[in-house]
């Protein structure tokens, strides 16, 4: 499976529907579209197109079952995911810091002015 580009990836988890898809999928371990748009405020036929991004980004396996699509959470893609997110929020937690650290200078300069 190929590593996932970051724009994929944030516009796939970017969306609330497909998150709260994740986190049914992860509690149930799996489901249908049918079975997921009966617990969310969409349709079955948004849910697959939801679920349909999932797949392309290799988030979700899918199998199919007699007339329906079974969906599971690929977990080595998810883990992936979840290393791109963390490695993203530690460079954005060491901006803020240094941005932190500038604006305290600047602080301490104009107080030490007065």
Known sequence: MT???DDDLW????DPTR??????????????????SDRLPVTRQAVAKHLAVLDRVGLVHVTP?????????????????VAQ???VGKTWDSRL??????AEA?????????
């Open 3 to 5: 590593p996932i580009g």
């Open 11 to 14: 516009s796939a988890i970017g």
């Open 19 to 36: 998150r709260r898809m994740l986190d049914l999928l992860l509690a149930d371990g799996e489901g249908t579209a049918t079975t997921l």
């Open 65 to 81: 079952s007699g007339r329906e699509r079974l969906y599971r959470i690929d977990d080595a893609q998810l883990a992936r995911a």
């Open 85 to 87: 997110l963390n490695a």
């Open 97 to 102: 810091q240094r941005i932190k650290r500038i």
């Open 106 to 114: 600047i602080q301490q300069a104009k107080d030490t002015k007065k």
